[in-house]
């Protein structure tokens, strides 16, 4: 079904690799994409269980729109192991201006079809979404 505002669809992938890790923690992280030729959100990369933060930030392009998921695994100060599913809508100030807006205008439809999402960040540069961030939003 296609986003009305942009047009968009999105790939069924998305929700299978999305509900994988959710569900199953098979999957550190997802990086979605859209791939404008198909009117399409698709899947570009999946990190295995064992990536960390800075494998997950390495995988995001500098000067292209992505959208992520990530699994963040902390400790409460109740000393609880806890995770929470992060949402975010990297759109860095150096991509083109069509592919932010492409980007902004399908966010939310696209977000609504991942259910589980705790936390949502939007970063336009590395340091609005940094490990001290995640930190501070997760408790």
Known sequence: MANAASGMAVNDECKLKFLELKAKRTHRFVIFKIEEKLKQIIVEKVGEPTLNYDD???SLPADECRY?????????EENCQKSK????AWSPDTSRVRSKMLYA???DRFKRELDGIQVELQATDPTEMGLDVIRGRAN
Not at 85 to 88: A, G, Q, T, V
């Open 68 to 76: 992520a998921v990530y699994d963040f695994d902390f400790v409460t």
């Open 85 to 88: 599913i992060f949402f975010i």
């Open 105 to 107: 205008s399908s966010k």
């Open 56 to 58: 997950f930030t390495a």
